[in-house]
């Protein structure tokens, strides 16, 4: 009698990468609408029940893919200022176009940390990992303005953060108007108006 093939396992450590993984693919393929982690155990190759290890529930293996997503963003801004030249301007300039691109490159996470009701998720990992994205603009800001009240730099880090969101945002949705939306870099085109929100009120 032949000998039964043994189930696909893991070590420890890896079927939660494996999950993780599995349900990135599954946004960017499918979005949240339907997201089970029945189906994330599917396409990891394990039991449906074998997530439990890990994530109690689904919004646990989302606030982990978020999480994550902060801290490669903060990452990807950071490594944008420190290749920049120039004044704290130009280094916040910089940032802008990096949170564009990435928000284009990835839109499933991008759209998990921001915009896809997200704001129902929660774990310690994700509000850290928000937190420090937070701060990284303020910080951003408050080099560009000099010695400001605190009120002030979160206002203008704010309008910042308005201004380039924005444009992630209407370029993912593809609603940006003709002219802009046609040019060969739309951020480009409209990065240029921070120094006009950074002006003292």
């Keep these: 009698m032949p000998a039964r093939k043994r189930p696909r396992t893991y070590h420890h450590g890896d079927l939660r990468e494996a999950l993780v993984a599995a349900a990135i693919a599954l946004l960017e ?16 190759g394990v039991s449906h029940a074998a997530p439990a290890h890990h994530f109690a529930t689904a919004d646990d293996l989302l606030a982990e893919i ?51 009701g997200a704001g129902s998720l929660a774990s310690p990992h994700l509000k850290t990992a928000s937190r420090a994205a937070w701060q990284q603009l303020c910080d951003s800001v408050a080099a560009v303005l000099g010695e400001k009240r605190q009120s002030e730099v979160n206002a203008k880090a704010a309008a910042v953060w308005a201004l380039v969101h924005g444009t992630a945002t209407l370029l993912l949705d593809r609603k940006l108007p003709p002219g802009i939306a046609e040019s060969m870099d739309p951020a480009a085109a409209i990065l240029p108006s921070l120094p006009g929100l950074l002006r003292p009120t």
């Design 29 to 44: 393929e499918k979005g949240l609408s339907g997201f089970t982690l029945r189906q994330c155990a599917r396409r990891a």
């Design 66 to 116: 978020a999480a994550r997503g902060f801290e490669r963003f903060v990452a990807a801004l950071g490594k944008a200022a420190d290749q920049a030249e120039g004044s704290p301007l130009a280094r916040l300039e910089a940032m802008g176009r990096a949170y564009v691109a990435f928000a284009l490159a990835n839109p499933a996470v991008y759209g998990l940390m921001f915009r896809l």
